[in-house]
């Protein structure tokens, strides 16, 4: 899951670790809030500390954003065809043909 790869780069290990551990929890859980993904599984650490990551973490907000930000726009791996999708064609690589 790129989310949990691309924003704990950003943080300091222990608050990643709680993000990574909240957004894992968070998927599985019936009610998508705090509180309902703490109780779909066993807790490692006191609710409290997963509230404290929204509540006074220290992040980076400049890097957590331009890595939201290439996360959102990065269509590179994506595979795109079909008629209507502009620009995409199947053309021949000279210099991959070659070697």
Not at 6 to 21: G, K, L, N
Not at 39 to 66: C, M, N
Request: glycine share 6%; aromatic share 8%.
């Amino acid at each position: 899951m790129p989310l949990l790869q691309v924003f704990p780069a950003a943080m300091i290990e222990p608050i990643a670790e709680s993000f990574r551990q909240l957004i894992t929890r968070w998927i599985v859980a019936p009610r998508r809030i705090i509180l309902g993904a703490l109780r779909a599984t066993e807790l490692t650490k006191h609710h409290s500390a997963y509230h404290r990551l929204f509540a006074i973490a220290r992040w980076p907000i400049d890097q957590v954003g331009l890595k939201m930000f290439d996360l959102v726009v990065n269509d590179t791996l994506v595979h795109k065809t079909g008629l209507k999708v502009y620009g995409v064609g199947t053309h021949r690589d000279a210099c991959q043909s070659s070697s």
